[in-house]
């Protein structure tokens, strides 16, 4: 029942820019913390951005001031604007919601994944 669906990668020169979406269904995510993370090839996934439900927002040192995490919670829909990409970008991205559903359980859901190539 709950799936998050990533799109908009694809494959873009250095110093280009992808937006990608993650379109959020089968509960309420009002009240989750979302982010994006991704995993390159060989290599852990990691922690891209996240963004609270209140709307703070963190970021991975590689990324900050190249890309904006945002969240448009009437659609349940979360954003990931990337700009001045570079080839070390290049990875899967995932979407990822983080939903406490009672005082001390969370539950964790991850989106399939969107390929994001950087040409150098």
């Known amino acids: 029942q709950v799936q998050l669906v990533e799109s908009g990668g694809g494959l873009v020169q250095t110093g280009g820019s992808l937006r990608l979406s993650c379109a959020a269904s089968?509960?309420?995510?009002?009240?989750?913390?979302m982010g994006w993370y991704r995993q390159a090839p060989g290599k852990e996934r990691d922690l891209v951005a996240v963004?609270?439900?209140?709307?703070?927002?963190n970021y991975a040192d590689s990324v900050k001031g190249r890309f904006t995490i945002s969240r448009d919670n009437a659609n349940n829909t979360m954003y990931l604007q990337m700009d001045s990409l570079k080839p070390e970008d290049t990875a899967v991205y995932y979407c990822?919601?983080?939903?406490?559903?009672?005082?001390?359980?969370?539950?964790?859901?991850w989106g399939q994944g969107t390929q994001v190539t950087v040409s150098s």
């Open positions: 990822n919601a983080l939903i406490h559903i009672a005082p001390i359980r969370f539950v964790n859901y």
């Open positions: 963004i609270t439900s209140g709307g703070s927002t």
């Open positions: 089968g509960s309420d995510f009002s009240s989750a913390r």
